[in-house]
């Protein structure tokens, strides 16, 4: 469920964005080349790869599974309450972009989510490029622009100025933590963010 942040929850988002970009990543590229992240019970890591191995962040763990063999390996600078609010946002956010992508047509060649370790970001791609309509919907836990995590919609065309798309000062849009976690009923918040900006591309 998500709730108000941990007092060390920018310290931990930056350390486990730290073992994404430089340890799970590259233990998955080096052997097929592909490194796009999942969101886990409890954290995040790769998808099985290569001779059945797997390396995930679970809870203030990391840990390795090879062959049938699990490893384990305490991760330190992070507060487990912090890691545990990341894992809540991951978790939310990729259920509400399964959802956005379970009711796009084929037509607008929906993405699955993925956690891109270089931005520590879910995100999903939906609508028609060649409409101009197609754009990046994604949850961040924070940057450096942002000490809290956000959602966000980035079109791939720039858009026209106005209410939906400059709010931020980019052609896109931005829905705060805070004002997600005011709201009556979280995830129909965070969807009807999505829908909103996605229908304006579609009929922009």
Do not use: C
């Not at 924070?142 to 100025?161: C, K, M, N, Q």
Request: no cysteine.
């Amino acid at each position: 469920m998500l709730d108000l942040l941990p007092e060390g929850f920018v310290q931990t988002r930056e350390e486990l964005h730290r073992i994404a970009e430089e340890t799970l990543k590259p233990a998955r590229e080096a052997v097929n080349g592909r490194f796009g992240l999942r969101v886990l019970p409890g954290g995040f890591g790769t998808p099985p790869f290569g001779d059945v191995m797997q390396v995930h962040v679970e809870g203030t763990d990391l840990v390795t599974r090879e062959s049938g063999d699990v490893r384990r390996e305490p991760i330190e600078g992070i507060d487990p309450d912090a890691a545990e609010a990341l894992a809540e946002w991951f978790a939310f956010a990729a259920g509400v972009l399964e959802e956005l992508v379970a009711e796009a047509g084929t037509e607008s060649e929906p993405s699955l989510p993925q956690l891109w370790p270089e931005h520590f970001d879910v995100a999903v791609e939906l609508g028609s490029d060649d409409a101009g309509a197609r754009a990046g919907y994604g949850a961040s836990p924070g940057d450096e622009a942002h000490s809290d995590p956000y959602l966000y919609v980035t079109p791939w065309t720039a858009r026209p100025t106005g209410e939906l798309w400059n709010a931020s000062g980019f052609p896109g849009a931005e829905l705060p933590y805070a004002e997600l976690i005011a709201a009556a009923d979280r995830r129909e918040t965070a969807l009807a963010f999505f829908r909103a900006r996605r229908d304006a591309l579609n009929t922009g």
